[in-house]
């Protein structure tokens, strides 16, 4: 499949003036959670809202890191979603739950996001 990068716009759910362009996140649908450096969420005024959550690495060691919530853009979409407070030496992240919040998919052919299509609903 690859690997590619994806860049999105990070804003302060309370004051959407402060937003700031991440260039380059990794796109991996295999991690739940987006990651964006600490210092550029911390700048902006996210909040810690979870401290000290723990996450299971690809390695299999698991470390501790705080949670925030914040407004994640790509392109002309949008979601609101938790982001984990990545720090030095962490990898910056576009995960699985913001990717479905912005109802995108992979397309690993062409290492691109692609539309998801409809949302899927019940049937009444």
């Not at 911390?42 to 959550?53: I, P, Q």
């Not at 390695?59 to 949008?78: C, E, M």
Request: charged fraction near 25%; aromatic fraction near 6%.
């Amino acid at each position: 499949m690859g690997t590619f990068y994806a860049g999105c716009v990070v804003a302060n759910l309370t004051d959407r003036k402060r937003m700031a362009e991440v260039p380059k996140l990794l796109v991996d649908s295999g991690s739940e959670c987006t990651w964006i450096a600490e210092d550029i969420l911390r700048g902006l005024g996210v909040t810690t809202e979870k401290k000290d959550m723990a996450f299971q690495m690809a390695n299999g060691g698991t470390i501790t890191r705080s949670v925030g919530f914040a407004l994640i853009r790509v392109g002309d979409r949008f979601t609101v979603d938790e982001v984990v407070f990545a720090q030095k030496g962490d990898l910056q992240l576009l995960g699985a739950r913001t990717l479905e919040g912005l109802n995108l998919a992979v397309d690993p052919a062409h290492k691109r996001l692609i539309a998801a299509g409809p949302h899927l609903a019940a049937a009444s």
